[in-house]
């Protein structure tokens, strides 16, 4: 493993016999990563949508949600209603535990405009938007496009659209609305964004690290796509990996690397390891047994959780307890305040987690929590509310001697002094 400051907030790191498809060294501009075969013409849509298919590749975002489904999707509904689609580069990274967009776009902004290019002649798409809210990603999508004709896009004119940060901002709904005008807020589905989206136009929104990964498919084709990774979890993965005493690290992984071989690499002891944050807030918190396992889609979806944006927090001091308390409390601040089953849930699982977390909660009060978690998820219009309930669900199975130990107020981690954070795990940057 070599590793290499990428920008003065976060360093990267390359994975042993994995050669790297999306990291690299140093900033990239416009004339080397044209002279390195980049932004090459695509002369068949059709066919590059089916080798989009074959290949399986996943969308990065957090869902997992098959690419090539919702390409057609949108050139499917385009063709019908005769319009031109948009397209929309998702950059919009409100996970704290991540920073894997943000590390693309600052430092690989050509990347994701060829990927971004080639979705939207993909899609029939003429314009297209970078979604962002890092300013230090909007500054280098800007000079990118500087260092470029709109002919090197095939004709797409895009532009750069800046929100304020929001861990609801990045949901594809929210990001449309405010192109439209509105707030960053999300809004109830249908309709979906295939169907109407930016000026009522079918509408592709993917993420930033789904799309920077369409041009090494464009040059080398589905089958050397899929030469790393696993069958059902096919290609690399960008791992943000935070927590367990050490620096954060971007790492670019094959999909099915054991999480202990992760852990060994970047440093952390594994006999101290008591659980890992997975998939940056959303997809819950797991307890040590989660060591072996490997880092793909199917397996952690059947252990009932989820890769999702690839962000890995490792807890080795504190207590699991106290930070999914505070991972409640920061859903409580962050939801939309739009849906009330929401707005009220995330603030009453809160405030349960924060009592279990001070000793001062009851037996009611944790099944009441319980019940919760089985009731609320689907009920929001985004996923806040699942990700709050997905937290609540897994502290409580993952560590019942702890939930017992703080019920009885005597978690010796937490009476010298509780977890408390605003972001818990979150990746502090250097101004850049």
Not at 110 to 124: K, P
Not at 223 to 231: K, L, W, Y
Not at 362 to 382: H, K
Request: net charge negative.
């Amino acid at each position: 493993m070599t590793t290499t400051a990428a920008n003065p907030a976060i360093s990267i790191a390359f994975w042993p016999d994995c050669t790297p498809r999306l990291l690299s060294r140093g900033v990239e501009d416009g004339a080397s990563y044209l002279a390195g075969g980049g932004y090459r013409e695509l002369t068949d849509a059709e066919e590059f949508l089916a080798e989009v298919k074959r290949s399986g590749l996943l969308g990065r975002g957090g869902a997992a949600f098959p690419l090539a489904v919702k390409l057609a999707s949108v050139r499917e509904s385009a063709a019908r209603r005769g319009l031109e689609a948009v397209a929309i580069a998702n950059g919009e990274e409100g996970e704290p535990a991540s920073v894997k967009d943000r590390w693309l776009l600052r430092n690989r902004p050509h990347l994701v405009l060829d990927g971004l290019r080639l979705a939207a002649a993909t899609v029939g798409a003429t314009r297209g938007y970078v979604y962002v809210s890092d300013p230090a990603a909007a500054r280098g999508v800007e000079a990118a496009l500087n260092e470029i004709g709109p002919e090197t896009l095939g004709g797409l004119a895009v532009s750069v659209f800046t929100v304020g940060p929001g861990y609801v901002a990045g949901e594809e709904t929210a990001a449309i609305r405010a192109i439209n005008g509105g707030p960053a807020k999300p809004t109830d589905k249908p309709p979906r964004p295939y169907q109407k989206g930016v000026a009522q136009r079918p509408t592709l929104v993917s993420n930033v690290e789904t799309l920077a990964n369409l041009p090494y498919l464009a040059r080398n084709g589905a089958a050397a796509f899929r030469s790393v990774g696993t069958a059902s979890s096919p290609g690399t993965f960008l791992a943000t990996v935070s927590g367990g005493g050490q620096p954060p690290v971007l790492y670019e992984l094959p999909h099915g690397t054991v999480l202990a071989d992760l852990l060994g690499a970047h440093g952390v002891p594994l006999d101290r390891v008591r659980g890992v944050l997975m998939g940056g807030y959303f997809a819950g918190l797991l307890n040590r047994d989660v060591l072996e396992v490997t880092l793909d889609h199917d397996t952690l979806r059947a252990g009932g959780s989820g890769l999702g944006c690839g962000a890995i927090s490792v807890l080795t001091d504190d207590c699991p307890v106290a930070v999914a308390a505070s991972v409640l409390a920061y859903f409580g601040r962050e939801n939309a305040g739009q849906c009330g089953s929401c707005f009220n849930g995330t603030a009453a699982m809160a405030a349960v987690a924060e009592a279990l977390r001070d000793g001062v909660a009851t037996t009611e009060d944790v099944e009441r929590l319980q019940r919760w978690a089985g009731v609320l998820p689907g009920r929001g219009a985004c996923g806040t509310l699942d990700g709050a309930t997905n937290m609540a669900a897994s502290f409580l199975t993952q560590f019942p001697e702890l939930v017992a130990t703080h019920l009885a107020g005597t978690c010796d981690t937490c009476r010298g002094g509780a977890f408390h954070a605003e972001r818990p795990y979150a990746i502090e940057e250097v101004p850049v």
